[in-house]
Protein backbone atom coordinates (compact mmCIF):
# COMPACT_ATOMS: atom_id res chain seq x y z
CA UNK A 1 0.00 0.00 0.00
CA UNK A 2 0.88 3.87 -0.25
CA UNK A 3 1.35 3.92 3.46
CA UNK A 4 3.59 1.03 3.52
CA UNK A 5 5.86 2.76 1.31
CA UNK A 6 5.75 5.87 2.64
CA UNK A 7 6.83 4.27 5.86
CA UNK A 8 10.00 1.72 4.27
CA UNK A 9 11.17 5.26 2.19
CA UNK A 10 10.64 7.37 6.06
CA UNK A 11 13.19 4.32 7.56
CA UNK A 12 15.21 4.14 4.99
CA UNK A 13 15.95 8.05 4.85
CA UNK A 14 16.48 8.34 8.58
CA UNK A 15 19.31 5.73 8.65
CA UNK A 16 21.46 7.71 6.60
CA UNK A 17 23.69 10.10 7.65
CA UNK A 18 23.89 13.53 6.99
CA UNK A 19 26.77 14.59 5.90
CA UNK A 20 26.74 18.21 6.38
CA UNK A 21 25.54 17.23 10.17
CA UNK A 22 28.44 15.33 10.88
CA UNK A 23 31.03 17.39 9.50
CA UNK A 24 29.51 20.01 11.65
CA UNK A 25 30.47 18.04 14.93
CA UNK A 26 33.89 16.85 13.07
CA UNK A 27 34.87 20.75 12.91
CA UNK A 28 34.08 21.44 16.43
CA UNK A 29 37.25 22.93 18.42
CA UNK A 30 39.13 20.65 20.16
CA UNK A 31 40.97 22.53 23.15
CA UNK A 32 45.04 21.79 23.03
CA UNK A 33 44.68 19.54 26.08
CA UNK A 34 42.28 17.52 25.26
CA UNK A 35 43.34 14.16 23.28
CA UNK A 36 40.95 11.37 22.61
CA UNK A 37 42.47 7.84 22.76
CA UNK A 38 40.12 5.25 21.49
CA UNK A 39 41.18 1.74 22.94
CA UNK A 40 40.48 -0.78 20.40
CA UNK A 41 40.72 -4.72 20.50
CA UNK A 42 38.93 -8.50 19.75
CA UNK A 43 36.05 -9.32 21.88
CA UNK A 44 35.74 -12.73 23.25
CA UNK A 45 34.29 -14.09 20.02
CA UNK A 46 37.22 -13.20 17.64
CA UNK A 47 35.19 -11.57 15.27
CA UNK A 48 34.47 -8.11 16.70
CA UNK A 49 35.88 -5.28 17.66
CA UNK A 50 35.22 -3.61 20.51
CA UNK A 51 35.98 0.01 21.80
CA UNK A 52 35.72 2.35 24.42
CA UNK A 53 38.11 6.35 24.70
CA UNK A 54 39.55 8.11 27.40
CA UNK A 55 40.49 11.48 27.08
CA UNK A 56 43.93 12.56 28.35
CA UNK A 57 45.48 15.73 29.02
CA UNK A 58 48.45 15.28 26.88
CA UNK A 59 49.26 13.73 23.01
CA UNK A 60 51.11 10.16 23.38
CA UNK A 61 53.69 9.23 21.09
CA UNK A 62 54.15 6.11 21.80
CA UNK A 63 51.17 3.04 23.51
CA UNK A 64 53.70 2.71 26.29
CA UNK A 65 52.57 6.24 27.29
CA UNK A 66 48.95 5.17 27.57
CA UNK A 67 48.18 3.32 30.59
CA UNK A 68 46.44 0.20 31.45
CA UNK A 69 43.01 0.41 31.55
CA UNK A 70 39.95 -2.58 31.85
CA UNK A 71 36.30 -3.44 31.40
CA UNK A 72 33.66 -5.78 32.53
CA UNK A 73 34.51 -8.91 30.26
CA UNK A 74 31.26 -10.67 31.06
CA UNK A 75 29.37 -8.60 28.48
CA UNK A 76 31.88 -9.26 25.58
CA UNK A 77 32.13 -13.24 26.89
CA UNK A 78 35.70 -12.87 27.92
CA UNK A 79 35.32 -13.58 31.15
CA UNK A 80 32.90 -14.90 33.67
CA UNK A 81 30.95 -13.48 36.18
CA UNK A 82 33.11 -13.39 39.08
CA UNK A 83 36.19 -11.53 38.96
CA UNK A 84 34.91 -10.58 35.01
CA UNK A 85 38.01 -7.41 34.73
CA UNK A 86 39.53 -7.69 31.82
CA UNK A 87 42.81 -5.22 31.21
CA UNK A 88 43.61 -3.61 28.09
CA UNK A 89 47.49 -3.96 27.40
CA UNK A 90 48.67 -0.94 24.88
CA UNK A 91 50.60 -2.58 22.15
CA UNK A 92 50.06 0.10 18.87
CA UNK A 93 49.07 3.77 18.42
CA UNK A 94 47.88 5.60 15.35
CA UNK A 95 46.13 8.55 14.02
CA UNK A 96 43.19 8.40 14.45
CA UNK A 97 41.20 9.08 10.98
CA UNK A 98 38.21 9.43 11.90
CA UNK A 99 38.56 11.89 14.53
CA UNK A 100 41.40 13.44 12.95
CA UNK A 101 43.46 16.44 14.91
CA UNK A 102 46.22 14.57 17.98
CA UNK A 103 43.45 12.13 18.81
CA UNK A 104 44.38 8.32 18.36
CA UNK A 105 43.31 4.74 17.83
CA UNK A 106 44.69 2.72 20.30
CA UNK A 107 44.79 -1.38 19.41
CA UNK A 108 44.93 -3.43 22.32
CA UNK A 109 45.51 -6.74 24.06
CA UNK A 110 43.58 -8.17 26.37
CA UNK A 111 44.50 -10.05 29.73
CA UNK A 112 42.04 -11.11 32.43
CA UNK A 113 42.91 -10.52 36.03
CA UNK A 114 44.84 -13.46 36.37
Avoid at 11 to 26: C, E, P
Avoid at 63 to 79: K, L
Avoid at 87 to 107: H, M, V
Amino acid sequence: TQSTRRMAFSLVSNGRTDKNILSKYLDLDQPDNAVQIMYVWIDGTGEHLRAKTKTMNFEPKAPEECPVWNFDGSSTGQAEGSNSDVYLYPAALFRDPFRRGKNKLLLCETFKYN
